[in-house]
């Protein structure tokens, strides 16, 4: 990153799924997201009513991070991804991500989340609590 250039938080409701595809196989986030079915990723994307991306202030600046959520924009949002590319990352665009999704959600809606067990500290060091009484059904694929 070029030492004068800034990081852009955006929303980006039409992200591409080639980005977005490209991201999450940087981040890691690959090996648990369906990025070889293009349909699903198109609708992943599609069904989300927030998604928030990073990038560098320099035009056509490739995608850092994106951060994808749903919420009815009154009570909650759930926070489905956080992704940041590998070379991005230690740069604080996770934590961008999310203080760009509590400033456009505002003090009233509250966010959360199911942690991947190795970002588990970063979730904490950035004040998220810790909820013991979440559920899940999993998916059967």
Do not use: H
């Amino acid at each position: 990153m070029a030492p004068t250039s800034k990081i852009l938080y955006a929303s980006e409701p039409t992200l591409d799924v080639a980005e977005f595809r490209r991201v999450l196989v940087e981040s890691g986030l690959g090996e648990t997201r369906p990025v070889d079915d293009e349909k699903r990723l198109k609708a992943m994307l599609g069904n989300a009513n927030l998604v928030l991306t990073a990038r560098l202030d320099i035009g056509g600046s490739p995608l850092l991070g994106v951060a994808r959520g749903v919420t009815d924009f009154s009570w909650v949002c759930y926070i489905s991804e956080i992704a940041v590319s590998a070379s991005a990352q230690g740069l604080g665009i996770g934590k961008g991500l999310m203080d760009e999704a509590r400033r456009l959600l505002g003090t009233s809606v509250a966010i959360s989340l199911i942690s991947m067990p190795e970002a588990v500290g970063f979730y904490e060091r950035i004040g998220m609590k810790r909820m013991p009484d979440a559920f899940w059904f999993s998916r059967k694929r």
